[in-house]
């Protein structure tokens, strides 16, 4: 499929991209799989609280069955008790986490980027071929062309020449293709791709069969 690609200077050509990647079939479930996965590793779970089982102390019955009145109860590890065990309470790091294997890493990727297509919240620009050293160089030309809140995935030669420019700009963040993830493309409004970077997605996506 063509789709217009533009660049610093203001110029509007025609690029050819993959519709495999681009305008494919759109898994919402797998994609809300593959963002649960990402979120669920990404957390710290450093809270802990000692289970009944892990309470130090006798497990002896504290009075009778029947006959003092009192309620049943068997030993003070009773979440119930002061010094027992918490029920429910946060275990460290034994927690869940949905494994998602390559290819369905992948397919939600595509998913997700064709629906930023669906969107037309998509953005193909001419690789960086000069070094932009003013912020305000860069910002003019996201200005220009209605772009905010954007996720730029750069070849590793547009990432040195705008790295310097981009890097303080709000609601901008570079990244290399070979590091795209769901979450990242979920987090921003918009995405914008170098030619070079299409090409190396279209390499790294399309060999998952």
């Known amino acids: 499929m063509k789709i217009d690609s533009i660049s610093i200077n203001g110029k509007i050509s025609e690029f050819e991209i993959s519709e495999k990647i681009f305008s494919s079939d759109i898994n919402n ?4 799989h593959v963002l649960y996965s ?3 590793i990404s957390k710290q779970r450093v809270a802990k609280t000692k289970q009944r089982n892990e309470i130090t102390g006798s497990t ?3 009075h009778a069955q029947k006959g003092t009145g009192n309620a049943r109860h068997s030993s003070k590890k009773a979440p119930i008790f002061v010094g027992g065990g918490v ?7 034994v927690y869940k986490i949905k494994k998602i294997n390559k290819k ?3 397919k939600s990727l595509i998913s997700a980027i064709s629906q930023k297509t669906k969107d037309k919240n998509l953005i193909i620009f001419d690789d960086i071929k000069n070094k932009i050293n003013k912020t305000k160089e860069f910002n003019k030309f996201l200005k220009r062309n209605r772009i905010n809140n954007v996720l730029i995935v750069l070849d590793s ?7 310097l420019s ?3 700009i709000a609601n901008v963040k570079l990244i ?3 590091y795209l993830s769901t979450y990242d493309i979920l987090k921003y409004k918009q995405i914008m791709f170098t030619k070079s970077s299409t090409k190396e997605l279209e390499k790294r996506l399309l060999n998952y069969e």
């Open 29 to 32: 479930k797998l994609i809300s």
């Open 60 to 62: 002896a019955k504290i």
């Open 176 to 178: 290399d293709a070979s």
């Open 166 to 168: 981009a890097r303080n």
């Open 38 to 40: 990402q979120i669920s």
């Open 104 to 106: 369905g890493k992948k």
């Open 87 to 93: 029920a429910h309470g946060p275990k460290g790091n």
């Open 157 to 163: 030669t547009s990432k040195k020449n705008i790295e």
